[in-house]
T-cell receptor, first 111, second 112 residues
């Protein structure tokens, strides 16, 4: 079974802090995604990566960056956290059947 | 206007009833359609996916796609309390699962 883990379930940060959210997969999948989920808005794609060091912007990349130095790890970076980035962050991978598997999510609160 | 619209609910039904969920969309280029189930404090899990128009059945779940009306549905027969969750529709233009556009989700509560 595919396993996608995220570094923290709950995180509280202060405005202006640099925040790192990490996602790790245990298989050799190339495509990885970062979404944020807000009530009534569903999941919105922030960034995705289709290989090591390769990345593409999603629908809402502003205020975020990503890093993929190793195939199994995809990091989301909030350069200077703001209160409007309080959200649930979900990482996903694309398996060989073109299905997206999600991690458990990180609920980030920015004070 | 959002690209994919979904009634947020909550939708409350008695155990054993049929749950009917739907989404409408505006982008006629969408070809792959998915339904995800998300339990509280968990990530979404894929329930069903279909390509283009038509019906697909899997156990108690039936997914329908009507591309001419830009409308998709999910039916859950003989609903159980364990079906209580948020259901999200998702769609993509290219191969299933890639660059998905999600609806806002419908919260479903099945009462024993």
């Amino acid at each position: 079974d595919v396993k996608v883990t995220q570094s923290s379930r709950y995180l509280v940060k202060r405005t202006g802090e640099k925040v790192f959210l990490e996602c790790v997969q245990d298989m050799d999948h190339e495509n990885m995604f970062w979404y944020r989920q807000d009530p009534g808005l569903g999941l919105r794609l922030i960034y995705f990566s289709y290989d090591v060091k390769m990345k593409e912007k999603g629908d809402i990349p502003e205020g975020y960056s990503v890093s993929r130095e190793k195939k199994e790890r995809f990091s989301l970076i909030l350069e200077s956290a703001s209160t409007n980035q309080t959200s649930m962050y979900l990482c996903a991978i694309l398996d060989g059947y073109n299905e997206q598997f999600f991690g458990p999510g990180t609920r980030l609160t920015v004070l | 206007q959002k690209e994919v619209e979904q009634d947020p609910g909550p939708l409350s039904v008695p155990e054993g009833a049929i749950v009917s969920l739907n989404c409408t969309y505006s982008n006629s280029a969408f070809q792959y359609f998915m339904w995800y189930r998300q339990y509280s404090r968990k990530g979404p899990e894929l329930l069903m996916y279909t390509y283009s128009s038509g019906n697909k059945e899997d156990g108690r779940f039936t997914a329908q796609v009507d591309k001419s009306s830009k409308y998709i549905s999910l039916f859950i027969r003989d609903s159980q309390p364990s079906d209580s969750a948020t259901y999200l529709c998702a769609m993509s233009v290219q191969a299933a699962g890639n660059k998905l556009t999600f609806g806002g989700g419908t919260r479903v509560l099945v009462k024993p």
